[in-house]
C-alpha cells in the first residue's frame, strides 16, 4: 500500500477542438462552478482542428474565478521554454497564480518536424527537457541572469522574469525509467495517463520515482501524483464504468494502494463534469479521508471510540456536535419577492453528532456559498468603480472618457454575465443531483426543498433584472443607480437564500452525503 498523504484534488481534460469552442469553455465554466481544482488542455500546436492550447487557458482563465489551469502537457519541442515561461509567468499573474505547468518532451515527431520543430531521439528529448525545465525556472526565479549552456536550448545572460504569482508547479508526462527518474529528481508532479499506464503498473513506476527523489535528498511525498482518466457513468463492471459510487470507490482505492491523489477526467459533456464535481470528488474524498483516519488511529483507540459512540456509530471515527455554522442573511428581502416567514424548517437535534468527514460534507456546501458571497462582493465593487468613472466621463466630456466609459460598461457586462453563469450553474448542481439524493434520503427535507428549488426560480428572475439594467446602462437610457438597485435586490435575495440552505441542509448532508 502506497498512500502519500496528498489532498485529493479532481480535473478535466476537454478536448479542445475548434469546432466546439463554446462547449470547452462551458465545460471549464462548469469545473470552477461544481468546485473542481482543475481544468488542463492538450498541447499540439501542428493538429489544425485544435485552439491553440494557451490562447485557451488564457480565455479559461478570464472565465472563471477558482479553477486552476494548465498545460497537459506542453509541447516542448514546438514550445521554447524562454517564451513558454513567460506565457506561464504571465498567465499566473494575470488569473491570481492560477496556472501550473505539465510538460512533455514532445511526440509524434513526423508533425513537429512538418511545423518547424527539430527532430529528437529518445535520449536527445529528455534531455532537451531537463535543460528546458533549467531555462523555465531561471525565468521564473524574477531575479539576476538566466544562464544554460545546454545541448539543445543555451540562453546566456537573459534577464530573469516576470516571476510567477506563486510557485508555479512542473508536472512530467513520463513513463520510461529515466524520464521517472527525471520525475523523482526535478519535479513537482508525475501526470500519466490511463491509456498509456493501467493502475496495476503505477505501484512500479512510483517506486522509481520515489527511489530517484531520494537519491536527490527528496521526499517522496514532495511530487504529487496525477492521473488522467477516462471512462463514462453506465452500468458497467469495469473501471470508471457503473456509477458514481462505483467511481469514487475506484479511485479511492488507486489513492489508498497506488498513491495517485489527483484525477484528471476526460470529458466531453457538460453534465459528465456537474456529475463528476457534484458526485465523485465529494464521494472519493469522504472514502479517503474515512480510511486515512482509521489507518492512523490506534487499535485500542477504535475499540474505545466505537464503544462511546454507541448505536449508529460511523466506524471508529471521533463524532462531536454540528461545528459548520450557516453564514448571516444579510438584508431582509423585500416581502414582495418572498416572505421569509413563511420558509419551512426541517427537524435537527441540536444533540445529534457527527464524524470530522461527514461534517467535512456539509462544510463543502457553506465553502461553495461562500466562493458566490465573495463573487457578489466583486461584483458590487465593480458596480461603484464604474458609477465613479461614469461621473468622471460626464464632467470631461471628451471622447476618450467615452470611450473608456464603454470599456467599464463592457467589463461590468462580461463580468455580471459570468457571475450570472456561476450562480446558474450553482442552482443547477443543487436541482439536478443534491436536491433528488436528499428526497429520497430524508423525506422530512421535501419542503425545505420545494421552497429553495422555488427561491432558485426568483432569484433567476432577479438576474434578469440585473442583465436588463446593464443594457439600459450600457445604451444611455439609465445611469448606474439602476444597475446599483438591481444588485442591491441580489445581494438580499442570494444572501438570503445561501444562509437559509446552509440552516436546512448542511445537517443533512452531514448525515447523508451528497450521494
Known sequence: MTDYGHELQFGIFP????????????????????GLDLVTIQDHPYQAKHLDALTLLSVIGARTTSVRVALNVANLPLRPPVVLARSIATLD?????????????????????AAGGPRRSPGEAVTALE??????????????SVRVDGEHYRVQGLHAGPAPAHDV????????????????????????????????TLSAMNATIDEAAERAGRSPAAIRRLYNVHGRFGSGAGLLAGQPRDWAEQLAEITLDQGM????????????VERFAAEVAPLTRELVDAERQRA??????????????????????????LEVRSAPSGTLVPAEVWDESTRPSAPFDPDERFTASQQATGQHLVDVHDHLRGELERLRDVVEQVAQGEVDAGRARNIINELTMRQNNWTLGAYCASYCRVVTGHHTLEDRSMFPHLRHSDPQLAP????????????????EQVDRALVQMVSGEQGTAVVREAVDLLSATLLSHLSYGERELVPALSRHGFS
Open 261 to 272: 491523489s489527483t484525477y484528471v477526467l476526460a470529458v466531453d459533456r457538460v453534465e459528465d
Open 93 to 113: 499573474r494575470l488569473t491570481g497564480g492560477r496556472v501550473e505547468l505539465g510538460l512533455g518532451t514532445g511526440a509524434f515527431w513526423d508533425a513537429i518536424v
Open 169 to 200: 508547479e512542473i508536472w512530467l508526462g513520463a513513463y520510461k525509467p529515466r524520464m521517472l527518474r527525471v520525475t523523482g529528481r526535478l519535479a513537482d508532479g508525475w501526470l500519466p495517463s490511463l491509456g498509456y499506464a493501467a493502475p496495476e
Open 448 to 463: 425545505v426543498i420545494d421552497r429553495l428549488e422555488q427561491e432558485h426560480h426568483v432569484i433567476h428572475d432577479v438576474l
Open 296 to 321: 492512523s488511529a490506534r487499535p485500542a483507540a477504535d475499540a474505545e471510540l466505537t464503544a462511546d459512540a454507541g448505536p449508529g456509530a460511523a466506524g471508529s471515527e471521533d463524532q462531536r456536535p
Open 15 to 34: 478536448s479542445p477542438d475548434a469546432d466546439r469552442a463554446e462547449d470547452v469553455l462551458a465545460m471549464s465554466e462548469a469545473a470552477d462552478v461544481g
Open 131 to 144: 535543460e528546458a525545465i533549467e531555462v523555465v525556472r531561471g525565468v521564473w526565479s524574477g531575479h539576476g
